[in-house]
């Protein structure tokens, strides 16, 4: 079992920049695909990005292309969502999850972290 713990969620003026961070514990994320969602009050999970095992591909939301990349350092467990030119409508509580290799969907979830973006 994986635990994910995500962080870097703050307080950022409109146009400002944050990098989450999504650290595994309790066994490797290296064979797999790790997403980014985020849920703003009253909305429903939105996905924001994914990335495969080895970095080779990511897949991005249609409401942050262009803003926001995924990364990751397999060395340090750890997944990455930086975020550029945030606006107040990327206000949300954002998530990590992990796929499951066999059916692709996501089974483990990190508790969150609170990213609030004034304008």
């Known amino acids: 079992q994986v635990q994910l713990m995500e962080s870097g969620g703050r307080l950022v003026q409109a146009g400002g920049s944050l990098r989450l961070s999504c650290a595994a514990s309790?066994?490797?994320?290296?064979?797999?695909?790790v997403g980014w969602f985020r849920q703003a009050p009253g909305k429903e999970r939105e996905f924001v990005a994914s990335?495969?095992?080895?970095?080779?591909?990511?897949y991005y939301g249609d409401s942050i292309k262009g803003r926001f990349t995924i990364s990751r350092d397999n060395t340090k467990n750890t997944v990455y969502l930086q975020m550029n030119s945030l606006k107040a409508e990327d206000t949300a509580v954002y998530y990590c999850?992990?796929?499951?290799?066999?059916?692709?969907?996501?089974?483990?979830w990190g508790q969150g972290t609170q990213v609030t973006v004034s304008s």
């Open positions: 999850a992990t796929a499951n290799p066999s059916t692709a969907k996501y089974d483990y």
């Open positions: 309790g066994r490797t994320l290296r064979t797999n695909t």
């Open positions: 990335i495969n095992w080895s970095g080779s591909n990511a």
